[in-house]
């Protein structure tokens, strides 16, 4: 699928400090999502102990699919056909509310509806509530919010995106709180994650009237746009998920210790923020990526593509060290079971390397390559549940960690090249020698400190650890922004 080329007129300058702005108040408001998404997380760790942390975590997994599988079909195809025609949010609001919702109403009763079944799957029939709660989060949440924070995205209005989500994150942190206090439990937890989910979808209610012109914008293929892209965008955002998804399955669906499932899936919670961060930069330069494939500006793309991959090098070269100098500590902080701190290591690096593989992902989508991305990651998933099945029959539970790690590395290589085929080189070998440099120095600092006993004492060094590595990039001459930019 081609992206149409639009008349460019006087373009002038655009600046890569611009969309450097963009990503940033995206990082920021990811940052705040972070802390409150960890802060929910060890709440329930702590209120619900392990066993029952799996069946949330599992449970959780379960409505991420079902909002993913929803979200990227007609949501994501509008997304590509508005990021190209930012005027044209009255056709978008209706093929949402048109189409969209009451689909994504029948889904939700049909999970409501299955439930009883999937909880036999599970292995416990007390799990069925829960999942018909989570049907209603998934209805209230991608019937509208979801969708309009993929509007705000492709429009470029980044700094409400940022606002809605920070509220967002903050309020179901919010909610489950009160709900452990007030003894709710699992039930409890999931029934705040839907009230929040209600709020959200009256907030993209009220930002889709005041946002979406009713005025009609100079057609481009708008229609066409979203039917083409439909073919390719059915699935593709649920993909990514199948990997860490998958091998929680699979270790339950194979008789796999409770408590090793809990840990597990605690590895999987604490790893998800380093997904995210690589989505965020995606997120951040989409916009402008899509408008400069339009009309054929790949320097500048080169360079905004160059700026963010310089990010994600960083960002894996500092977990890569800190993960091999403490990541044997902190796993011991919730398991003591052998090969733990390898397990959360893999689980943390594949997750990184997933991030960096959905930022590249992203720029192929602006590029209109949709059909491309979506046989990668279907090729990618299937290869996955393949590789994590024999890996556990070989070498046990810890194989699932080991299949995440690999998975994760061949998708991040093999997207980084078709990028480089579609724009040209934009990767600074400077710039990754630096990184690993600096990563080095790090590893060795942090592991000439004491063995920590605590948790306090463990954050405390893996702050310390982050500090020094900004030092160093610093002392190296590492730069976030060119001063071509």
Not at 162 to 173: G, Y
Not at 181 to 206: E, P
Not at 208 to 236: E, H, K, M, N
Request: hydrophobic share 55%; aromatic share 8%; charged share 10%.
């Amino acid at each position: 699928m081609n992206l149409p080329q639009i008349p460019s007129g006087d373009l002038g300058t655009r600046p890569i400090l611009q969309a450097v702005r963009g990503v940033t108040v995206l990082l920021l408001a990811q940052v705040v999502v972070v802390l409150t998404g960890v802060g929910t997380q060890l709440a329930c760790l702590h209120s619900l102990g392990l066993p029952q942390y799996g069946h949330f975590v599992t449970i959780n997994l379960m409505a991420l699919c079902g909002s993913l599988l929803l979200l990227s079909g007609l949501p994501q195809a509008v997304r590509v056909a508005i990021a190209v025609e930012p005027r044209a949010g009255a056709k978008a609001r209706w093929y949402l509310l048109v189409y969209h919702l009451p689909l994504t109403l029948l889904a939700a009763g049909v999970i409501a509806a299955t439930a009883p079944v999937v909880a036999a799957a599970l292995g416990d029939q007390a799990l069925v509530t829960p999942i018909r709660i989570a049907a209603f989060d998934i209805a209230a949440r991608t019937g509208g919010f979801e969708p309009w924070l993929m509007f705000l995205n492709a429009t470029g209005r980044l700094h409400v995106q940022a606002f809605a989500q920070i509220a967002f994150a903050i309020a179901r942190f919010a909610a489950v709180v009160v709900a452990f206090a007030n003894g709710g439990g699992l039930v409890g937890a999931l029934m705040g994650f839907a009230c929040i989910s209600s709020l959200g979808l009256g907030l993209a209610i009220v930002g889709w009237a005041t946002w979406c012109s009713v005025t009609q914008a100079p057609d481009y293929g708008f229609a066409g746009q979203v039917r083409r892209a439909l073919r390719w965008t059915i699935g593709c955002d649920l993909f990514p998920l199948l990997i860490p998804f998958a091998s929680v399955w699979l270790l339950n669906m194979f008789g796999s210790d409770l408590h090793y499932i809990g840990f597990f899936c605690a590895c999987v919670t604490v790893s998800t923020p380093f997904t995210t961060f690589g989505v965020v930069i995606g997120a951040g330069v989409y916009a402008e990526a899509a408008k400069s494939f339009a009309r054929g500006d790949l320097s500048f793309l080169r360079s905004l593509v160059s700026q963010a991959a310089q990010v994600l090098i960083l960002l894996i070269a500092v977990t890569l060290a800190l993960a091999a100098v403490r990541g044997g500590e902190a796993a011991r902080l919730v398991s003591n079971s052998s090969g733990a701190g390898l397990t959360l290591g893999a689980v943390v690096l594949g997750h990184t390397c997933l991030g960096g593989m959905l930022f590249f992902l992203d720029v192929l989508v602006a590029r209109g390559s949709l059909q491309l991305r979506f046989r990668l990651m279907l090729g990618l998933a299937c290869a996955h549940i393949i590789g994590t099945s024999v890996l556990i029959h070989t070498v046990g539970p810890a194989g699932a960690a080991m299949a995440i790690l690999l998975s994760s590395v061949g998708g991040f290589a093999a997207t980084v090249w078709l990028t480089r085929v579609a724009i040209g080189p934009f990767f600074r070998p400077r710039g990754i020698a630096r990184a690993v440099s600096a990563a080095s120095v790090t590893a060795a600092l942090v592991a000439s400190y004491p063995r920590p006993e605590g948790v306090n004492l463990l954050l405390a060094q893996l702050a310390s650890g982050i500090g020094i590595y900004v030092l160093c990039l610093g002392g190296m001459g590492e730069r976030f922004v060119s001063r071509s930019a």
